[in-house]
């Protein structure tokens, strides 16, 4: 089992950039990460993923060109750079980990593990 602890959110005009870090305790980080997001009202939305290794990431359309995820796997933790932010990015930050054998984790699916989140304020 793995522990995931989100750091680096905050307050940020649009246009700003921001890096969220989602640090993992446990015997190993051989899982593939996924950032989440929840807006006030609205369901979990999907954001970026990438596999155990780094080789593989995808991201959701509304952020490609302007976020990028990565990790380093000797430091247990994956990023989340996050520029040209807009109001409409505004929302609670989840980092999740899925197994390495399960799939579903290019579509957002099989996480089975939760960090509490950071929030992400973005003010036009």
């Known amino acids: 089992q793995v522990q995931l602890v989100e750091s680096g959110g905050g307050l940020v005009q649009a246009g700003g950039s921001l890096r969220l870090s989602c640090t993992a305790s446990?015997?190993?980080?051989?899982?593939?990460i996924g950032w989440f997001r929840q807006a006030p009202g609205k369901e979990r939305e999907f954001v970026a993923a990438?596999?155990?290794?780094?080789?593989?990431?995808y991201y959701t359309d509304s952020v490609k060109g302007r976020f990028a995820i990565s990790r380093d796997n000797a430091k247990k933790t994956s990023y989340l750079q996050m520029n040209t932010l807009k109001p409409e990015d505004t929302a609670v930050y989840h980092c999740?980990?899925?197994?390495?054998?399960?799939?579903?984790?290019?579509?957002?699916?099989?996480?089975?593990?939760w960090g509490q989140g950071t929030q992400v304020t973005v003010s036009s």
């Open positions: 999740a980990a899925a197994d390495p054998w399960d799939n579903r984790w290019s579509a957002g699916a099989g996480y089975n593990y």
């Open positions: 446990g015997r190993t980080f051989t899982y593939h």
């Open positions: 990438i596999s155990w290794s780094g080789g593989s990431t």
